[in-house]
């Protein structure tokens, strides 16, 4: 993300050769030439899937819809890039009622399709966000993070440690960073 989304930028696959390993993050696949880049590299690539329960809503209306998103992932997946190196970022997770029930539908789609790995964020009022509420008459949440955690306990208790839960600085029991140890377990046992 630092130069671009791999869906509308290419020039990740340029410096490639240079880097370690990647960690890639995007709302979308890249085109056809960077998802078989990514395929016969993903031995050095982690990709998280930016997939939100808002997408095509007046939140997040140049997002598909996750239903749309994970079948198309899935589908990449089936077609040569690891499932187990694919992070499902669950993104924004708006913790009220409604936006915690959107983050569970796209948990549980996605843990069926067979992906165990999330990533969560909750969502920053950033003023541009702010503003985006107030523009389309939406009012600015009362975020209430012990229903989002309640959720994930629920997840937890029902499948064990088939299910993965982290997140990059949310205070929470899932911190683990940016890149986390589960990243680096990964790619030392594609030779990295």
Known sequence: TERGDIQFNNEWMFRFHKMDFCILISKGLPPINGQNFMKNNSDKII?????TGYGGTILEPYV????????????????????????????PIISTKKGVSLAKNVIQYAYNLGFHRFRYSFIDMYPHVRARFIQNNV?????????????????????????????????????VGCISKKDVEILKQTNI
Do not use: W
Request: hydrophobic fraction near 35%.
């Open 47 to 51: 990709f998280h899937a930016t997939t």
């Open 139 to 175: 009012p600015i949440p009362i975020q209430d993070t012990s229903l989002a955690k309640v959720m994930f306990d629920e997840f937890e208790n029902k499948y064990g440690e088939k299910i993965c839960f982290e997140s990059c600085a949310e205070n929470t029991k899932h911190k």
């Open 64 to 91: 598909m819809p996750y239903i749309e998103r994970l079948d198309k992932l899935k589908e990449f997946c089936d077609n040569g890039f690891p499932i187990n190196q694919v992070v499902v970022r669950v993104d």
